[in-house]
Nanobody, 121 residues
């Protein structure tokens, strides 16, 4: 059974940094494209970043230059390093695994439970 578990969320001041982690089990992690999505209260889930099984990275325009996605296949773990955080980054962040790269959430087959990130002074 595939399981994705996010961690690393919390409360941070504007301009601060956080690193999210997503540990995967029940799948051959290195063979999956991985993504981060987020959903703010009252809004639809949106694409944040993705990394293909070959390591190509893609970002939403709103986070480009501030967020960095990476993966460690030896640890079955996906990361999202977030810096220069803004109040608009406040959301529940989800990691996802899929067979195809896509910024569309429906392309991903497995999801974590999410971790809350709150950016506030």
């Amino acid at each position: 059974q595939v399981q994705l578990v996010e961690s690393g969320g919390g409360l941070v001041q504007p301009g601060g940094s956080l690193r999210l982690s997503c540990t995967a089990s029940g799948l051959t992690f290195s063979k999956y494209n991985m993504g981060w999505f987020r959903q703010a209260l009252g809004k639809e889930r949106e694409f944040v970043a993705s990394i293909t099984l070959r390591g190509a990275r893609y970002y939403a325009e709103s986070v480009k230059g501030r967020f960095a996605i990476s993966r460690d296949n030896t640890k079955n773990t996906l990361y999202l390093q977030m810096s220069s955080l803004k109040p608009d980054d406040t959301a529940v962040y989800y990691c996802a695994a899929g067979n195809y790269y896509s910024p569309i959430s429906s392309a991903y087959d497995a999801w974590g439970q999410g971790t809350q990130v709150t950016v506030s002074s």
